[in-house]
């Protein structure tokens, strides 16, 4: 991101100010990445009340759930930001509703003042409790829900069902040993190129996560399979030798249907990232930091160009042999 330096400093000095001089220059992706940066560095409590603040502002999911995970903090006064920052972010986007939001709102519910109280509550009654909404694939304290990557789909499908399990069985020994949780993280520590799977299948859906790469790696490059297929590219776009150039969030192993992307929307090399992918059928929309850079394109079968993709498989995050960093995992599933 251009000036991002220049931006945190000015943002910690008058968080409002600045942020609003700059609300046309960012998008509200990115104002939580460095809002939530600055949170974390900050222990200034009128800064983290301000980031907070401004988040409800930007109103992403992503907001939302980082006030979430602020309702139990030990300062009173940043529990209540976090708090009425989580109902001005709900009660604006119905469309967030959902079993885990509808799980956290009663704690918010008892630190907002008495109108919003009873504000939340009614919402809280009137809402679809049939609606799973957003489902977080990763706590943030293990791996529970993951597994190892056992060849492809195709191949899989050959095998019985004792030769899976125990290649399964093998598969998720080399996961725990080359992905871990750090600070909650989740973390690619290996030497190879390795992907972290899913344990659940999905067919159409919606995905948010937030990514990085190390700035200290060999070849900084990751990317995001979808229903088993490679991939939403993530790369370090100083590559240019392997045409890392055109950017992040294209659909890279394409060859018919365009594979890159129609913009370049990456932050800089090691600061976070984040998708927003939408599948149906064959195709694929993704946003990066908030742009459009990949409108309803078809994913190619990579593994069978002469079949489509695969109608429901596992979602996975891909490493290739340098550290990289996801959190933030989010899905929901698409009904037609």
């Given at each position: ?7 945190l ?7 409002c100010?600045?942020?609003q001089?700059r ?9 939580v ?15 983290r ?9 930007a109103?992403t ?8 995970s ?26 967030y ?17 008495k109108?919003?109280?009873?504000q ?8 679809d ?34 030769q ?12 725990r ?9 989740l ?12 344990v ?7 995905l948010l996560?937030?990514?990085?790469l ?12 979808l ?5 939403v ?7 240019k ?13 394409n ?13 800089k ?15 694929v ?5 908030g ?9 190619e079968n ?7 993709i695969?109608?429901?498989e ?11 960093y ?11």
């Amino acid at each position: 991101m251009k000036h991002c330096l220049t931006f945190l400093f000015m943002l910690l000095l008058a968080p409002c100010a600045f942020l609003q001089l700059r609300a046309q220059e960012l998008t509200p992706e990115n104002q939580v990445i460095y809002l939530r940066h600055i949170f974390e560095q900050t222990n200034d409590q009128q800064q983290r009340e301000s980031a907070l603040s401004l988040m409800a502002q930007a109103g992403t999911y992503q907001a939302l759930t980082f006030a979430a995970s602020q309702l139990g903090n030990e300062q009173l006064a940043t529990a209540k930001a976090a708090a009425k920052a989580f109902w001005t972010i709900l009660s604006a986007h119905p469309e967030y509703n959902g079993k885990e939001i509808r799980e956290m709102l009663p704690y918010a519910i008892a630190l907002i003042d008495k109108k919003q109280r009873k504000q939340a509550l009614a919402w809280l009654n009137a809402a679809d409790k049939e609606e799973e909404g957003f489902v977080s694939l990763f706590n943030g304290r293990n791996l529970e829900g993951w597994k190892g990557l056992v060849e492809n789909p195709i191949a899989r499908a050959k095998m019985s069902s004792e030769q899976l399990a125990a290649a399964q069985e093998k598969a998720d020994e080399l996961m725990r040993r080359d992905w871990i949780v750090e600070d909650g993280n989740l973390l690619y520590i290996g030497n190879g190129w390795d992907n972290i799977c899913t344990v659940k299948q999905y067919a159409d859906f919606e995905l948010l996560v937030d990514w990085k790469l190390d700035p200290n790696g060999k070849e900084p490059d990751a990317g995001v399979y979808l229903r088993g297929a490679p991939q939403v590219q993530i790369w370090d776009i100083r590559r240019k030798e392997v045409g890392a150039q055109v950017g992040s969030g294209g659909l890279y192993n394409n060859q018919k249907h365009p594979s890159e992307p129609t913009s370049v929307e990456d932050n800089k090399l090691g600061e976070w990232n984040t998708f927003r992918i939408v599948m149906r059928g064959e195709t694929v929309t993704v946003w990066l930091n908030g742009v459009k850079v990949v409108d309803n394109v078809v994913l190619e079968n990579y593994w069978d160009r002469k079949q489509p993709i695969f109608p429901r498989e596992q979602i996975e995050m891909q490493a290739h042999g340098s550290r990289c960093y996801f959190r933030n995992i989010y899905v929901k599933e698409l009904k037609n």
